[in-house]
C-alpha cells in the first residue's frame, strides 16, 4: 500500500529555517515525482516545489531562492530545505506522488497524499 509521511514541521520566527520529509514506502518510489503542496487557513491548497525522477525540479515563485526540495531514493525520501521563512508561509504542508509521472502545478495530478505536517511562522 503506497504510504507518504510529512515531518519536520514546527514553530519558526520569520527568517527561520525548517528542513521537511516525506518519506514514501509500499510503492516504487524512485519512478514518481514527488511535490510539496501547503494550504493556509482559508485558502486554496497550492503548489511549492515538485521534483522529478530524474531530479529536476521545480519552484513557485513566492519561494524561488528560499526553497530547495532534493531526493534521497536510497532513503525514500523527499526533502523541502525552507530558509528565510516568512509569516505568510505558514500553513500545511502536504507532499504528493504524481499519478502521471510529471511535475504539475495542478493537484489533480497527484494520486496520493500524506497527512501534512503544520509549518507555522510567527514571532
Known amino acids: ?3 507518504l509521511v510529512e515531518s519536520g514541521g514546527g514553530l519558526v520566527q520569520p527568517g527561520g529555517s ?3 520529509s516525506c518519506a514514501g514506502s509500499g510503492f516504487s518510489f ?3 515525482p514527488i511535490g510539496w503542496f501547503r494550504q493556509a487557513p482559508g485558502k486554496e491548497r497550492e503548489a511549492v516545489s515538485c521534483i522529478t525522477s530524474s531530479g529536476s525540479s521545480t519552484n513557485a515563485a513566492d519561494v524561488k531562492g528560499r526553497f530547495t526540495i532534493s531526493r534521497d531514493d536510497a532513503k525514500n525520501t523527499v526533502y523541502l530545505q525552507m530558509n528565510s521563512l516568512k509569516p505568510e508561509d505558514t500553513g500545511i504542508y502536504y507532499c504528493a506522488a504524481s499519478s502521471n509521472f510529471y511535475c504539475s502545478d495542478d493537484n489533480r495530478v497527484f494520486g496520493s497524499w500524506g497527512q501534512g505536517t503544520q509549518v507555522t511562522v510567527s514571532s
Open 1 to 3: 500500500q503506497l504510504q
Open 30 to 32: 524512485n519512478y514518481y
Open 18 to 20: 525548517l528542513r521537511l
